[in-house]
Structures are given as C-alpha cells and as structure tokens.
C-alpha cells in the first residue's frame, strides 16, 4: 500500500515537472536607445499567459507577444498583480500605440488596451519604462533573436 502511494506521488512530481521546467526563448528589441531583453509568447498558451501571476517585472525586462499577421489587438490586466507599460508594433516594428496598463482588483479586470491599428507585435514592460525611455508612436523597433513571426501559432 505505502509502495502504491510512493510511486503516485512520485508520478505526479514527474508530470509536474515537466511541462514547467522549458525555460522561455528570450531575445531582445531595442527602440530608441535602450533595448529591453524579452520572453517571448508566439504560442497560444504562452500568450494567454503572459505576465500573468508575477509579483514583479524587473527594469529592462518585458515580454514580446508574436503573431503570425498584423491584426487588431486588445490586452486587458488579467491577474496581473503589477501595472504594465504596453507598445504595440506593426509587422515592420513600428510602434503604432502605447498604454500604460492599470492593476485591477484580481479577477475583477475590466478595462481593455487597444493596437488602434493592426499590430503583429506587443512589447510588455514594466509601468513606466516607455516613458522613461522616450518611446512613442511612430518610432521603429529592432529586434534580436526573435522568431519569425510566420511561424508563431495562430490564434484559434
């Protein structure tokens, strides 16, 4: 009996394990003068998640959302637990919107952040680093070990 209970609890820190010990592809976009290394979410579940959950965006570190095309995008704060600055970017990288994204009440999110124009791109960052930065639209992004965004998955 003990020998059953041992080797179940033993399957369910392998299972566990596994599917969160892939470290996240990380690149980095510069815009302006200053670059920001990134995580990057070109996946369905990966950009469902975000930055979700995370008591904390450390200053010169964001995440980059990837999508296959240009497209009308909205973000909203979903258990997000620290405000977030929000640039998004065209399929040539030029910022075409920004936001600084507010904290809601957790699982109370409301408010949606809007590209305004198509985007294939959204930078993440910490609040206050776009304007701390002095990026605005219409400025161009780099962007350095980034997947082709032809290869990101698709929205379902």
Known sequence: MISMILVACLACLLCGCSSS?????????????????????????????????????????GMLFVYPRP???????????????IAFLD???TVVATHTMRQEPYGQEVESYSSVE??????????????????????????FSIPDPNQAEAER
């Open 118 to 143: 198509p985007a294939q791109y959204a930078l993440e960052l910490a609040a206050g680093e776009l304007e701390r930065s002095g990026v605005k639209k219409g400025d161009r992004a780099e962007f």
């Open 71 to 85: 497209q009308l995008l909205a973000f909203c704060m979903r258990r997000c637990l620290v405000p977030l600055d």
């Open 21 to 61: 010990s892939k470290p996240a592809a990380t690149g980095s976009v510069k815009i302006g003068g200053h670059t920001w290394t990134v995580e990057i979410a070109d996946t369905g579940r990966s950009r469902y998640q975000g930055l979700s959950d995370r008591p904390s965006v450390a200053s010169g570190t």
């Open 91 to 93: 399929g040539q990288g």
